[in-house]
């Protein structure tokens, strides 16, 4: 078990899961977080923007002022575009570690980031280095990598649920819908611009449509479980709450496959796995349970139509789907116990 403390720089620790990740790491028994850096409120306290952090941490800095020789890993919780260009700079350090929460090296084709994201890779020649982590699916391989890339929150519920599936052929990958919803902080402090004119204080908001920029997780995912041709429709909407996030995932199952065969499927799957959760069958989920936690909550439910059942999939999008994950495969990189700082 790793012994040494963790020397740790947060880099755009002031946004919605920024914040969620210090105060995580201001827990955590092996972390001692030396540097909090941001691009404006240079100088100021991390408590003025978050009261729920209480121990004594670092005043925010810009981050030409860290000493790179002295940090063991390096967190990048930035707008999307940004991580790859200092990942580019520190990369000589060989003693560095990245962990990055944007979408920046989420996807191994960089042709497929300039399609979805309308921006030139400017760090191609790292990607091999990465690893696409969605921690319960990657705890022996994450130790080999240098950078860590942490799936968005969508994708996290989907894949938690519908990966183990596809793997095991229960279920037709030609018929599967997805209906997501988050609240508002998977948007950003900036959602409002956004989402500009829309009350979405008192109203659920679908965007996305037809094209949502977490499809090129899926289908890259997805592709590594199949040798099939897969399809599927995904729509996610912004609800008017500030955190949590539920995916309702609507399948038809193969020829000879039940029910039970793919609850089964799923607790096989994620036996081991603290921070899943499958339910009884058609056993009643939402996020109240699973808000300001790391958990990801599964129900397997029937449907009145038959062969089709519907999984609904549940956790805290700044948590499970950013920051907590991001703590989680930290914990796995240094072969920590997972749950450290995050029970």
């Known amino acids: 078990m790793y012994q040494k403390r963790i020397n740790i720089a947060v880099v755009g620790a002031t946004g919605y899961v920024g914040l969620d990740l210090v105060n995580l790491l201001s ?16 100088g100021k306290d991390i408590k003025f923007f978050d009261k729920r952090i ?25 707008p999307n575009g940004e991580a790859q260009k200092i990942v580019k700079k520190l990369f000589l350090y060989k003693n560095l570690k990245f962990i990055d929460l944007s979408a920046d090296f989420r996807l191994t084709n960089p042709k497929d980031f300039k399609k ?19 921690s319960e699916f990657n705890k022996n391989k994450i130790k080999k990598f240098r950078i860590i890339s942490n ?18 052929k229960i279920i037709n990958i030609k018929r599967i819908i997805i209906d997501s919803k988050s609240g508002f902080s998977g948007a950003g402090k900036n959602f409002k611009k956004k989402f500009k004119g829309k009350n979405i204080y008192k109203s659920i908001e679908v965007y996305g449509i037809e094209k949502h920029r977490h499809m090129s997780e899926l289908d890259q995912e997805i592709k590594k479980r199949t040798k099939s ?17 539920i995916s309702s995932i609507y399948l038809e199952l193969n020829k ?10 799923l607790k096989k799957s ?18 109240g349970s699973v808000i300001n936690t790391n958990f ?23 948590i499970k789907g950013a920051s907590g994950q991001a703590v989680q495969n930290m914990n796995l990189i240094y072969g920590l116990n997972e749950k450290l700082g995050l029970k």
Not at 27 to 42: E, G, M, R, T, W
Not at 256 to 265: M, R, V
Not at 270 to 287: A, D, M, P, Q
């Open 27 to 42: 827990k955590h028994p092996f972390v001692d977080v030396k540097y909090l850096c941001a691009q404006k409120n240079i």
């Open 151 to 168: 799936p968005g929150c969508y994708p996290t519920s989907i894949q938690l649920a519908l990966l183990p599936l596809i793997s095991a």
């Open 270 to 287: 994620h036996n081991k796995n603290f921070f899943v959760k499958i339910l009884k069958i058609n056993e009643s989920i939402g996020t």
């Open 116 to 134: 979805w994201y309308s921006i030139k890779h400017k760090a191609k020649n790292l990607i091999k280095n990465c690893l696409y982590s969605i």
């Open 256 to 265: 000879g496959k039940t029910i039970s065969d793919a609850i089964n499927c």
């Open 296 to 318: 990801c909550k599964i129900s397997v439910c029937k449907t009145r139509i038959k062969k089709r059942i519907v999984i609904f999939s549940a956790l805290d999008n700044l």
């Open 54 to 78: 209480k121990k004594k941490l670092p005043k925010i800095s810009n981050i030409k002022n860290v000493d790179w020789n002295n940090i063991d890993l390096i967190f990048l919780s930035l």
């Open 229 to 245: 041709k897969f399809f599927y429709s995904f729509n996610p909407h912004v609800i008017p709450t500030f955190r949590g996030l």
